[in-house]
C-alpha cells in the first residue's frame, strides 16, 4: 500500500531561522519562502537526492501546526508523507488493518489528494498519504 516517502515536515516557530541553520550547518539549498494561506502554512524546501523536507511556519489564525508549536516551542518533526497510488483504496486497507483515518481525503498542499492518519497509531508520528 505505501510507497515513497514523499516529504517530512517540520514545523518550525521561525522560518528564516530555520532555513539558515539547515543552509549554514548542513550545507544543503533552502528555497524561498512560499505562502500557502489556504492550508495556514508558510514553507520552504530542502531538496535532497532522495526526498523533500519541509519547514513549516504558521500562517494566519487558524494554522494547523500552531498548537503543535505552543507544544514545542522550538519546533520538531510534525509529519513523515508517504505516497500511494490511490488514497481512498489505501485509506481502506489502512483502516481495515487497524489505522485511524483524520478525516476525508482532501486537496493537499501540492495539489493532490492526501489523507492524514492519527498519530496515536503509529508512533506517536502524524502520517500523511499523498496520491502520487
Ligand atoms: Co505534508
Known amino acids: 500500500v505505501i510507497g515513497r516517502l514523499n ?14 541553520a ?6 544543503v539549498d533552502v528555497s524561498e519562502p512560499t505562502p500557502l494561506p489556504e492550508h495556514g502554512v508558510t514553507v520552504r524546501f530542502v531538496d ?11 500562517l494566519g489564525e487558524d494554522s494547523p501546526i500552531a498548537s503543535f508549536l505552543e ?5 520538531g518533526l510534525h509529519h513523515v508523507c508517504f505516497e500511494v497510488k490511490d488514497v481512498v483504496a489505501a485509506r481502506d486497507a489502512l483502516k481495515a488493518a487497524g489505522a485511524r483515518p483524520l478525516g476525508e481525503p482532501k486537496l493537499g498542499a501540492h495539489g493532490k489528494p492526501v489523507l492524514f492518519l492519527h498519530p496515536g497509531d503509529l508512533s506517536g508520528v502524524l502520517v ?4 502520487a
Open 128 to 131: 500523511e498519504l499523498e496520491q
Open 48 to 58: 535532497l537526492p532522495n526526498t523533500r523536507i519541509e519547514l513549516l511556519q504558521p
Open 22 to 27: 539547515y543552509r549554514d550547518v548542513l550545507g
Open 71 to 75: 507544544r514545542s516551542g522550538a519546533g
Open 7 to 20: 516529504h517530512i515536515a517540520i514545523a518550525v516557530p521561525d522560518l528564516d531561522a530555520a532555513a539558515a
